[in-house]
């Protein structure tokens, strides 16, 4: 047989590529020869070529073609860097690069050192999780829909100058996976740092160790990556962000060349079938990918979005037969009939179809369970989703309605037993680790919440409550960037208003902790005029309550908290934003009695018990307060408002060592939450830390002006450099802003006494004891009746200044509420 020759009409660059592939790489013209999933014919193609170099791991040598671990082309600063944190690493282990264990010590140390940004002395590893990068422009069929959701993808020298230059594109998991381990190619360790890949993300790995940023590679399956397979997906990831259909159609045949297996391979053909409206063939290409891919939940997405094109009703009932004849015991295909199924209508003839033919299998009792949980009918679809599991105890999705069931009804614990089942059956099935994510986040694991949720938004495919999941999860975890990133792209897909409510919501809170309140009211007053139902417009007004509240317009706040009550009065965010707001406006045994419904009527929540350790804390109840803590933070321990009121409680009794932990637990956790850099500062003034804590209320006041422990260590601070006149200001903007607070008219009583007019020091604390009669004297610095003892000392009146300090014992020793006795008013005081 004749020696195979180089296409003579192939571009010179495409022969010069060839070419280098022989003469550099020493692969001959016959292993080239039908090397890239065709038949040997004697002309070595581009294709062929291609796949020659990419595959080969002498790659570099052949720069004919891009590839995305290129080490030449990575920009000087990011080279230096890397070898500045291998000297460093070097010398923090202790070992040459020839001693044993050399690598197990190198590598986790290197990653870590280089997971910060460039600024902070890192390589920007770490990455701003999004999930819209890989999963809507795979599966949508318009290419505007996918341009707008397709991040450029970039090889690891494009991402480092995105570390370099912030305004420059950075990139998400297939960037960081090329960036760490080009980064550790860089530094010429003998460290086997590679590629894996697993549904819908690839990472970085060492040994059976993952170095992943997200996190996701430490859940699921996965395969390991070449080289090769690496570019693959990089020109893959081109191609699906390429509208130009010319660039497109290369894009797509260079990633199969390289890769003939690859998993989008089935996905780019039915797209070009489609195009050429040949979608009949196009849905036999993907169910061919199915069987090849019998894992990948993306290709039965595809699957299903190709079949619900057909017109016709009979096509469509036979192409999903066609799909569960060919893999009956695939919870993917099932899932990928369901899809059809509920969006068709067509739930009657398949049921039975498949009772007559796959009568054990639990599939028929499986999807009638589905058919009635979209109609509403929980209990149908709970006696469904039984009957299915009695005929096959494994099937993932009767598994997880039946979890879904438990869930809504509170039964976390067998919710999640079912959940994990069902994962374990199938770990890509969409909504299982969204329900695992809301179970996690309901026990406090944050965390893992946040690494779930992760997880569900990559098996979502087209679903778009992986998003909000995601952003949710995101929140709560206090990474507030990938929140706002998240839900905004969320509010952006082409969905009805009504299907965005969730979203809505998410984005509000979002930009409310980002201190961005009034753009939160702004976007929730126009979500307020939708046509929402009743419901959806009691947490709307819910929501405004609070943001008014963190204004300090407590009259707005109320009536807003009122409005909710009356839409949806067992709401507990409802009841929620009404003890907020009547606390605000000094209504402190009300607010009681609404955080006592609370916990009656939602014990196994943790915010709960914190609304009611606070409305118990503000009457001097302190063992129910910290009791009803303790509650809260065994229900979740990284409860935000668990943590502030921690924080209180641990101030009033003292406890330093408490108050620090708990502080530390604050910046650490939800260190770009705005009021934390207020709450920092109360409790940083109070351990003695006064710059800190002058610096932290500086920036808690840039993020609401308004913040009530920001403006009292400003207070505090001027009281101490004897700036009075300023202390005054403080104290009685304090008063005005927060009338039933005692705060204010403590700073003012305190600076009015330090000038030496006594009346009105006087008349300003009478003004702190009207608004907090409860005033026990736990926190000197805003104790009104500490400061008018201190007044009526030196006004000559000791027997007031005892009854003041009588009063103040009293009020400690007896819990709220009760009558008090109050001092009458300062005469000739203005």
């Not at 195979?4 to 001959?28: H, V």
């Not at 080289?227 to 990089?234: E, F, L, N, P, T």
Request: proline share 6%; charged share 20%; glycine share 6%.
């Amino acid at each position: 047989m004749a020696k195979p020759k180089i296409d003579s009409t192939l571009s010179p660059a495409a022969q010069a590529l060839i070419r280098c592939a022989m003469e550099k790489l020493n692969i001959s013209p016959e292993e080239m020869d039908g090397s890239a999933g065709s038949e040997a014919d004697g002309l070595i193609t581009y294709d062929e070529g291609v796949h020659a170099v990419m595959n080969s791991p002498q790659w570099q040598k052949c720069k004919n073609i891009r590839h995305p671990l290129d080490l030449d082309s990575i920009p000087l600063p990011i080279k230096q860097r890397i070898a500045s944190l291998k000297k460093q690493t070097d010398a923090e282990i202790g070992l040459s690069e020839k001693d044993p264990g050399y690598c197990d010590a190198f590598v986790p140390t290197f990653f870590q050192k280089g997971l910060p940004s460039y600024k902070n002395g890192g390589l920007g590893f770490t990455y701003p999780f999004t999930p819209n990068a890989n999963l809507f422009p795979m599966l949508s069929p318009t290419p505007g829909f996918r341009q707008k959701f397709m991040d450029a993808e970039l090889t690891a020298a494009e991402a480092y100058q995105g570390v370099l230059n912030p305004k420059l594109p950075y990139g998400s998991c297939s960037e960081a996976e090329a960036k760490i381990i080009a980064a550790f190619r860089a530094t010429g360790v003998p460290c086997d740092v590679h590629g894996m890949r697993t549904q819908g993300h690839v990472y970085a790995q060492y040994k059976d160790k993952p170095l992943d940023p997200s996190g996701i590679g430490e859940i699921g399956w996965s395969v390991p990556q070449s080289d090769g397979q690496i570019a693959s997906v990089y020109y893959s990831s081109l191609a699906l962000g390429e509208n130009d259909p010319a660039k497109k159609l290369t894009f797509q045949k260079i990633a199969i060349a390289i890769d003939p297996d690859s998993y989008t391979k089935s996905i780019f053909l039915a797209e070009r079938l489609r195009i050429t409206k040949k979608p009949e063939l196009a849905v036999t290409v993907l169910l061919q990918g199915a069987e090849e891919q019998p894992h990948d939940i993306a290709v039965f997405q595809a699957l299903a979005n190709e079949i619900l094109m057909e017109p016709d009703a009979k096509v469509v009932s036979q192409h999903v037969r066609t799909l569960m004849s060919l893999m009956p015991d695939n919870p993917y295909a099932f899932y990928a009939m369901q899809m059809v199924c509920s969006a068709r209508k067509i739930f009657t003839d398949e049921e039975a179809w498949l009772l007559k033919n796959f009568p054990m299998s639990g599939h028929s009792e499986a999807l009638r369970s589905l058919e009635a949980l979209s109609s509403g009918n929980m209990k149908e679809a709970l006696t469904w989703a039984q009957e299915a599991l009695f005929k096959n105890p494994r099937h993932a999705m009767a598994l997880q309605v039946r979890a879904n069931l438990r869930l809504t009804q509170g039964d976390f614990a067998n919710a999640e037993a079912d959940v994990i089942a069902s994962i374990q059956e199938a770990q890509n099935l969409p909504v299982n680790f969204a329900m695992w994510s809301t179970i996690a986040s309901m026990a406090g694991k944050t965390d893992e919440a946040y690494l779930f949720a992760k997880r569900e938004s990559i098996n979502a495919g087209l679903n778009p409550q992986g998003l909000v999941v995601l952003a949710q999860a995101a929140l709560n975890a206090g990474d507030l960037e990938a929140s706002y990133k998240t839900v905004k792209d969320f509010i952006d897909l082409p969905l009805p208003d009504a299907a965005k409510l969730g979203g809505f919501q998410i984005m509000a809170w979002t930009l409310d902790l980002m201190g961005r309140t009034d753009e939160a009211i702004t976007l929730t007053e126009q979500v307020l005029q939708l046509p929402f139902p009743e419901q959806a417009k009691s947490e709307l007004h819910a929501q405004l309550a609070f943001f008014f509240t963190e204004k300090a317009e407590h009259q707005k706040a109320f009536q807003h908290a009122e409005q909710a009550h009356q839409l949806n009065p067992a709401s507990p965010g409802t009841k929620l934003a009404m003890n907020n707001a009547l606390l605000s406006l000094g209504k402190r045994v009300e607010a009681l009695q609404v955080a006592q419904e609370m916990v009656d009527t939602a014990s196994q929540t943790s915010f709960s018990w914190v609304v009611f350790s606070k409305s118990a804390r503000l009457l001097n109840r302190k063992n129910e307060a910290v009791e009803a803590l303790d509650k809260a933070l065994s229900l979740n321990p990284r409860d935000f408002g668990a943590l502030i009121e921690k924080a209180l409680l641990s101030i009033e009794a003292n406890d330093e060592d408490m108050l620090r932990t708990t502080i530390e637990d604050l910046r650490t956790k939800y260190k770009n939450y705005g009021f934390v850099h207020s709450i920092d500062a109360f409790a940083s003034w109070k351990l003695g830390e006064h710059k800190h804590a002058l610096r932290e209320a500086k920036i808690g006041l840039k993020k609401n002006p308004h913040d009530q422990f920001a403006l009292m260590v400003t207070g505090f601070s001027a009281m101490k450099e004897k700036k009075f006149r300023e202390a005054i200001v403080i104290g009685e903007r304090l008063q005005k802003l927060y009338p039933f607070d005692p705060a204010g008219g403590t700073i003012a009583a305190e600076a009015y006494f330090n000038l030496g007019k006594l009346k009105e020091a006087e008349h300003a604390a009478r003004q702190g004891i009207t608004a907090y009669p409860y005033d026990a004297g736990f926190i000197p610095e805003i104790s009104p009746y500490t400061v008018l003892a201190k007044i009526l000392n030196k006004t000559g009146d000791p027997s007031g200044a005892a009854k003041a300090r009588e009063t103040m014992m009293w009020n400690r020793a007896n819990p709220g509420p009760h009558e008090h006795y109050e001092h009458p008013k300062a005469e000739g005081v203005k």
